[in-house]
């Protein structure tokens, strides 16, 4: 059954990839126009989803992300005319050039063909999702969390009807519609019709893919981040920066984890730090050397260096030079966002070099690593891996190419 | 032990990632040195393996795909130096431009850190391989075949030397000198160490790969490759492009195996074609239509249209149109080489458009599909999916990138 349905999603994507600009654009301007003549029946699915959340006892925290309400739903019909708005990547062709053999050979963007995305919550991450897909040529296949099932169905029949009324194929956007974990590792093994695994969740999430299947899976989306704070450093500049990166959001991945912090330094910039942080409500935890420098610090237990915090805690270890503190990095960062505040030109190009995490940031916040932050416009997701994408995906993640090698009755020799 | 072997390359892949064009170019200058000067012991080397490979019963051709001899260790020296004159893909800086958020962002070409590469008998991919692998900053694990293992630990232990004596971390090039089986998928699951695998082997190993491995596999090299007649195909050209590409090396993977022919011609092209064919020694299956036309083409079975030949075989089916081809490249080939023969512009474009394979032909051989006649230089593998790396991969496809922001104490807000 998973697999018919992929079959029509492959079907789909065959159309889509050689779909015009204007064609794409007319469908997702179909799809707006259907989210808003049709939001009454949206907010009433999204509102089943709320009860029987509520009934299943889930957390406030967890019913406000699932929530849509009507400035919600006009947040997302922004984001896709901004999305019509970008140019789009297909069909571009470069290095092209007539080779010593006589070959012209180019090579050209096109889609992948059928992306898989498996995410948690958010209903809005449906639309940008297949929107994204659709701006690019792709068919894709959405697997949802059980809790927005009901929202989830509705906007994949509003995309549908949009696909249809503008003449395309309805079955570009498939939704795994039975919550079943059992269809994930279905899905893991249909690399006959998917091109793509987006895993957009947590640890296990990853993991399960990872080990699971036999599609390229582009992880991601989880950060262990780190700053480092070098002896040059400008201590005001580096505690706005800190703060920023811990405070201003904390419960995303580009928010900042673990504070390095050169020796020579510790004594005069921590207890300034911490008074601020503290002052912000941060929790912080660290190194035995920093809690003789600042007693509201508590000291660091086994795992702490290795835990995305999610929430206003902060781990805090000093180290004795840049080498240790990107050693540090290198053992426990999950190459997500890394940054280093200094004055100093030499240690900033060291520890850019030596730091081999998707974003490595100078003198400036963690909170960057972002698809719009980034002028990417949207975002499909953050990948900490180093093959095809690295750190914020925008439209180009959803592409690969061909060449194209052209010749008159062009034979080898 | 395996795990420790990957943690050396892992901690040797930091050092390499931070050495300059000229260290690089020194490493594999020393290499070319040695390899010269112990010209001897690695034919010794090499001997040890022919002689355990005619004990065993290997076939001639088998055979002669391990041997080394004085002529091919100096192609190999060769490769070499071309290899040092090419420009150094890492460092590049690209895309960089202030944000309005006052993000000064770029990327810059990195590598990607340790890669592992399983294949199978000729000794020259080891040296291939490792220097591929060095010049763009990598480290690299190698397994090769049970058959080579002495020339291998002999070509190993000179690229050690050669690291060592230009003051590089010997522990860059590993190799698994082990034959057992099971070391392999024990380096399938080390995704903590090796950044990519690349399985340069049959359709077993690149599913044993694909479905063990955590860590990202780049499959490839295998090529069912179809040429289209079109009904306007220039009939003279089209003869010489296609017994090029079956005949002037079948034994490898963007040889051509099916040829698709439009109904219109099919009476007045195929005779021409069969008795060219036939005379250089190729034996045709074909559907019943074709079968009916031209007695020397016998009736293909059931697989044979999902066969990559790898000898002077060719399958061959009269299609209705221009889409019913595409629609048989989409289920039987490999996305490896397909291409049109054809004097109309616009089935040429069609064609290109609706056919997405790796490399996409108008009037060419499908043989060009490789590394050097694409003017990459050298090839690691000819990729066959679509992340990362389509078609011939050259070094581009061993690096990845980093995003780089700076600010002065910027944060977001």
């Given at each position: 059954?998973?697999?018919d349905?992929?079959?029509?999603?492959?079907?789909a994507?065959?159309?889509?990839?050689?779909?015009?600009?204007a064609?794409?654009n007319?469908a997702?301007e179909?799809?707006?126009?259907?989210?808003i003549?049709?939001?009454?029946?949206?907010?009433?699915a999204n509102?089943?989803?709320?009860?029987?959340g509520?009934?299943?006892?889930l957390?406030?925290a967890?019913i406000?992300?699932?929530l849509l309400?009507p400035?919600?739903?006009?947040g997302?019909c922004?984001?896709?005319?901004?999305?019509?708005?970008?140019s789009?990547?297909?069909?571009e062709?470069y290095?092209?050039r007539?080779l010593?053999n006589g070959l012209?050979l180019?090579?050209?963007?096109?889609?992948?063909?059928?992306?898989?995305?498996?995410?948690?919550?958010?209903?809005?991450?449906?639309?940008?999702?297949?929107?994204l897909a659709l701006?690019?040529g792709?068919a894709?296949?959405?697997r949802?969390?059980?809790?927005?099932i009901?929202?989830?169905k509705?906007?994949v029949?509003?995309?549908?009807e949009a696909l249809?009324?503008?003449?395309?194929?309805p079955?570009a956007?498939?939704?795994?519609?039975?919550?079943?974990?059992?269809y994930?590792?279905q899905?893991l093994?249909?690399?006959?019709?998917?091109?793509?695994i987006?895993?957009?969740?947590g640890?296990?999430?990853?993991?399960?893919?990872v080990?699971?299947?036999?599609?390229?899976v582009i992880?991601?989306?989880i950060?262990?981040c780190?700053l480092?704070v070098d002896?040059?450093?400008?201590?005001?500049?580096?505690i706005?920066?800190?703060?920023?990166a811990?405070?201003?959001?904390?419960s995303?991945?580009n928010?900042?984890d673990?504070?390095?912090?050169h020796?020579?330094i510790?004594?005069t910039f921590?207890?300034?730090?911490?008074?601020?942080l503290i002052?912000?409500?941060?929790t912080?935890?660290?190194?035995?050397?920093?809690?003789?420098i600042a007693?509201?610090?508590?000291l660091?237990?086994?795992?702490?260096f290795d835990?995305?915090?999610l929430?206003?805690?902060?781990?805090?270890?000093?180290?004795?030079?840049?080498q240790?503190a990107?050693?540090?990095?290198?053992?426990?960062?999950?190459?997500?966002?890394d940054?280093?505040?200094?004055q100093c030109?030499?240690?900033?190009?060291?520890?850019?070099?030596?730091?081999?995490?998707?974003?490595?940031?100078?003198?400036?916040?963690?909170r960057?690593?972002?698809g719009s932050q980034?002028?990417?416009?949207?975002?499909v997701?953050?990948?900490?891996?180093?093959?095809?994408?690295?750190?914020?995906?925008?439209l180009?993640?959803?592409?690969?190419y061909?060449?194209?090698?052209?010749?008159d009755g062009?034979i080898?020799?």
């Amino acid at each position: 059954m998973l697999e018919d349905l992929a079959k029509r999603a492959k079907n789909a994507s065959y159309q889509l990839s050689v779909a015009t600009t204007a064609e794409k654009n007319n469908a997702l301007e179909a799809i707006r126009r259907l989210l808003i003549e049709q939001e009454p029946d949206i907010l009433a699915a999204n509102q089943r989803d709320i009860t029987e959340g509520r009934q299943q006892g889930l957390s406030d925290a967890l019913i406000d992300r699932l929530l849509l309400t009507p400035d919600r739903l006009a947040g997302i019909c922004q984001d896709i005319e901004r999305l019509v708005a970008m140019s789009d990547p297909i069909g571009e062709e470069y290095q092209g050039r007539q080779l010593e053999n006589g070959l012209f050979l180019k090579k050209r963007t096109v889609p992948l063909g059928v992306i898989g995305v498996i995410y948690e919550a958010r209903p809005n991450v449906t639309i940008d999702i297949a929107c994204l897909a659709l701006k690019t040529g792709n068919a894709a296949i959405l697997r949802g969390g059980k809790e927005t099932i009901h929202s989830n169905k509705k906007l994949v029949a509003i995309i549908a009807e949009a696909l249809q009324s503008v003449g395309m194929n309805p079955e570009a956007v498939q939704l795994i519609g039975d919550p079943d974990r059992a269809y994930i590792y279905q899905l893991l093994k249909l690399d006959k019709y998917v091109d793509m695994i987006i895993p957009r969740g947590g640890q296990t999430l990853q993991q399960v893919c990872v080990e699971n299947s036999t599609i390229p899976v582009i992880t991601g989306g989880i950060g262990i981040c780190h700053l480092y704070v070098d002896e040059s450093a400008d201590f005001d500049k580096a505690i706005a920066v800190i703060s920023n990166a811990k405070v201003q959001r904390p419960s995303v991945c580009n928010a900042l984890d673990t504070l390095l912090i050169h020796q020579s330094i510790a004594a005069t910039f921590l207890p300034r730090l911490v008074s601020e942080l503290i002052q912000q409500g941060v929790t912080l935890k660290g190194c035995m050397q920093s809690t003789e420098i600042a007693s509201k610090i508590s000291l660091a237990g086994a795992d702490d260096f290795d835990t995305e915090w999610l929430s206003l805690t902060l781990g805090i270890k000093i180290v004795s030079e840049l080498q240790d503190a990107v050693e540090h990095i290198r053992l426990h960062s999950t190459a997500h966002s890394d940054g280093i505040l200094t004055q100093c030109l030499n240690a900033a190009e060291q520890f850019v070099a030596r730091v081999n995490s998707a974003a490595v940031y100078v003198n400036a916040s963690t909170r960057f690593t972002d698809g719009s932050q980034f002028g990417l416009g949207a975002e499909v997701a953050v990948s900490t891996q180093k093959l095809h994408a690295r750190g914020p995906m925008g439209l180009e993640a959803l592409t690969t190419y061909k060449w194209i090698g052209q010749g008159d009755g062009l034979i080898r020799n």
